[in-house]
């Protein structure tokens, strides 16, 4: 779908995980869901207070 394999998407996300400090993403065997962090950087404009801003 996005042209990266899925074990190269979960290792980069969890290295942004650690950068940021916060779980962006739930993970269960089954199923993967939104922390409220990660709902809260996305109505803040993509900032977390107390967090860098990611950077393009």
């Not at 065997?29 to 803040?44: F, G, I, K, M």
């Amino acid at each position: 779908m996005i042209g990266v394999a899925t074990p190269t998407l979960s290792r980069q996300l969890q290295q942004l995980e650690t950068h940021l400090g916060v779980a962006l993403l739930n993970r269960t065997t089954r199923q993967l869901s939104l922390t409220p962090a990660y709902s809260d950087r996305c109505r803040v404009g993509g900032e977390i207070p107390g967090r860098p801003a990611l950077t393009a």
